[in-house]
């Protein structure tokens, strides 16, 4: 599974932003789907997960309430919509797809794509 996300950018606190991530290849709808974060000089994070049938998701304590993950099997996408958008979401954030569920660790993801941008100004 190849993995490509896109859709970050420069938003003012308070906004909203979309990331998707597209898949390649005819098994993303047996994955697992997540989304971790990346800030400068900090850990990789997760951030939202859902299940391959999109029947259960799960969030970090941090996105809960403003993030909402979701998946279009057939388009080969995973979404993740922000709201309330803060400057501490600041950072790269990567899609991965994961073969076990609830898959909150980054070791447990397969495959990933290479990160999209998100800046909030305050």
């Known amino acids: 599974v190849q993995l490509q996300a896109s859709g970050g950018g420069l938003v003012q606190a308070g906004g909203s932003l979309r990331l998707s991530c597209a898949a390649s290849?005819?098994?993303?709808?047996?994955?697992?789907m997540g989304w971790f974060r990346q800030a400068p000089g900090k850990e990789r994070e997760f951030a939202a997960a859902?299940?391959?049938?999109?029947?259960?998701?799960y969030y970090a304590d941090f996105v809960k309430g403003r993030f909402t993950i979701s998946r279009d099997n057939a388009k080969n996408t995973v979404y993740l919509q922000m709201n309330s958008l803060k400057p501490e979401d600041t950072a790269v954030y990567y899609c991965?797809?994961?073969?076990?569920?609830?898959?909150?660790?980054?070791?447990?993801?397969?495959?990933w794509g290479q990160g999209t941008q998100v800046t909030v100004s305050s």
């Open positions: 290849g005819r098994t993303f709808s047996s994955y697992a």
């Open positions: 991965a797809a994961a073969n076990v569920w609830v898959p909150i660790l980054a070791r447990e993801y397969d495959y």
């Open positions: 859902i299940a391959w049938s999109a029947s259960n998701t």
